[in-house]
């Protein structure tokens, strides 16, 4: 006889189906990203910049960068000057230097502004200017008012290092000691320089 052939055995258990499960995350897993986070904003707060492309390491700040950058001739008279320009005189000479065609002449490059010897441009400054002048083979004919009243001897000593260093020019810084000399040899002058004036005064 032919043995009988093998049930198979039925399943005494159910298998269990495979069921998707949330598992809460660990707290801990939280307080280390915010840590993270909050270590990663005071990085870049202290040393981004504020996002400013002029800011580069180690300088956290432009006011940072700014004040390393090595100063020309003149010192701290020509930011001190820079700032009596924006004030009184950038709204004839403009921000660049260039002034404004037949009226008011260019700073920039000017030879009444680069002159060896700095008497003329003190005298304009105390005193204004008006009239016909010419100033790098153009003319231009308006009248400057008088500074000597509004500002002190220092004052215009910055004012003028500071534009005899801007926009490319090149010439030394002027002293205090010299605006007050020639204002107090200039002290009865009450009217305003004119160019045929100013000629005879030496230049260099």
Avoid at 104 to 112: D, H, Q, V
Avoid at 135 to 162: C, H
Avoid at 173 to 200: C, F, H, M
Wanted: include cysteine.
């Amino acid at each position: 006889m032919s043995p009988e052939p093998k049930k198979p055995l039925s399943r005494t258990v159910e298998e269990a189906e495979p069921k998707a499960e949330r598992s809460p995350a660990p707290v801990a897993l939280f307080v280390l990203l915010a840590v993270l986070l909050y270590c990663a904003m005071i990085y870049l707060n202290n040393h981004a910049g504020g996002f400013n492309p002029k800011v580069y390491p180690p300088f956290a700040s432009f006011k940072e960068v700014d004040d390393a950058q090595p100063v020309s001739a003149g010192g701290d008279a020509i930011k001190k000057g820079e700032k009596v320009f924006n004030l009184s005189c950038s709204p004839c000479h403009q921000a660049n230097g260039l002034g404004v065609a037949g009226q008011f002449p260019p700073l920039a490059g000017s030879e009444w502004v680069l002159a060896p010897k700095t008497d003329r441009i003190i005298r304009i400054v105390l005193n204004g200017f008006q009239g016909p002048v010419e100033v790098k083979g153009a003319q231009f004919n308006n009248v400057m008012v008088p500074w000597r009243d509004s500002l002190k001897d220092e004052d215009i000593a910055n004012v003028i290092t500071y534009v005899r260093q801007a926009w490319g020019n090149k010439a030394g810084p002027v002293k205090p000691e010299e605006v007050k000399a020639i204002r107090e040899a200039t002290a009865q002058k009450g009217d305003a320089y004119t160019s045929p004036e100013l000629q005879p005064i030496p230049d260099r």
